[in-house]
């Protein structure tokens, strides 16, 4: 068989013809004739072709309604009635329904008005059907009421995150929250451009802030420098409010020290304390919810840096009726946190 200006026609072959193929012949640029719409799937038997069509047919959620109401009011004028429609509406609806399904659903030659078989199938789903369109919906629609509340944490509190998000939860049922942890400083930034509405700062005020009280520090770490070395002390090396008081408490008390390569985070600072590399100063109460950090011996460092202040801070355009729900949460957060009062 020739491919050039030639066609193979399988209509002999759909239709029940002859197997072998046959070749239509057409003149070079002449125009080629539509070709039919094909089959979803065109399959071959032995000598014999069969065409399988696979139609999609999709229900209406609204000719169930109607189809429903039909059936419950035992009638199409009373259906009409029932849905604010004229009665042709009905017809029509149910009309195309029965399109859909391919088969009567009534029995309209016989009083009262009686279902099929085929009637009774549909009537079996319908109501199902109905009440999973109304279930994704009322569900998608309390979804998207919900308000989106975006709060900042220091990470030095993020122990209490859990805590703060179930008092969220209590104070406003239908807030969603989204959280932000980080130092208060990267914190402070995200408030200022409007990218979180209220955050729990350490140490780092802003222009509408208010003082939840004072965090208590001490100095934690087991380092052992050799007899005449500087003690080494980690330090986070972004901007940090409690890295700055470290470094003026220890120039006030002019201590011999040195600093570890610099920690990216708070998380990195920590793990240096407890691998036993050095010292820093943490929430008094750290070692309560990490056992593997262990207080520095007395007298290593001196005193302990002098508390540093706790903010509430809002962002300019924070909107009004959350600000009360921010601070119950703060209040339950900061619970268990060694705070003095402002």
């Known amino acids: 068989m020739k491919a050039s200006a030639s066609g193979v026609d399988l209509s002999g072959c759909l239709a029940g013809g002859p197997s072998t193929p046959r070749t239509i012949t057409r003149t070079p640029n002449a125009p080629i004739p539509p070709t039919p719409a094909a089959p979803s799937t065109v399959t071959t038997t032995g000598t014999r072709c069969e065409t399988v069509l696979i139609l999609q047919r999709d229900i209406e959620v609204k000719l169930l309604r109607t189809f429903i109401a039909v059936v419950d009011e035992n009638g199409f004028a009373r259906a009409a009635q029932a849905l604010h429609v004229t009665q042709p509406t009905v017809s029509q609806q149910i009309k195309r329904l029965e399109t859909i399904v391919q088969a009567p659903l009534f029995q309209r030659t016989k009083r009262p008005l009686q279902l099929t078989p085929a009637g009774r199938e549909v009537m079996a789903h319908a109501r199902r059907v109905i009440l999973l369109n109304n279930e994704v919906l009322s569900k998608i629609s309390a979804f998207s009421s919900q308000e989106l509340f975006s709060m900042g944490c220091s990470v030095h509190f993020a122990d209490g995150l859990r805590t703060m998000l179930a008092q969220l939860a209590v104070e406003r049922p239908r807030l969603r929250c989204a959280m932000a942890t980080g130092l208060s400083a990267v914190l402070a930034d995200k408030l200022a451009q409007g990218e979180l509405e209220a955050a729990i700062l350490l140490g780092t005020q802003t222009p509408r802030s208010e003082i939840l009280g004072r965090l208590r520090l001490a100095w934690f770490g087991q380092a ?18 409690l890295s700055d008081r470290i470094i003026e408490t220890l120039a006030e008390r002019d201590v011999a020290w040195h600093s570890v390569p610099r920690c990216s985070d708070p998380l990195a600072v920590r793990a240096s304390i407890q691998a036993g590399l050095a010292y820093t100063a943490l929430p008094a109460n750290a070692h309560h919810n990490h056992p593997s950090l262990r207080p520095a011996p007395l007298g290593a460092l001196g005193p302990a840096p002098e508390p540093l202040p706790v903010y509430l801070a809002f962002s300019p355009s924070v909107r009004e009726p959350v600000v009360d729900a921010a601070r119950a949460a703060a209040r339950a957060m900061l619970k268990d946190v060694p705070l003095s009062p402002p």
């Open 224 to 241: 052992l420098p050799a007899p005449g070395e500087r003690l080494p002390v980690a330090l986070v090396s972004e901007r940090s409010a």
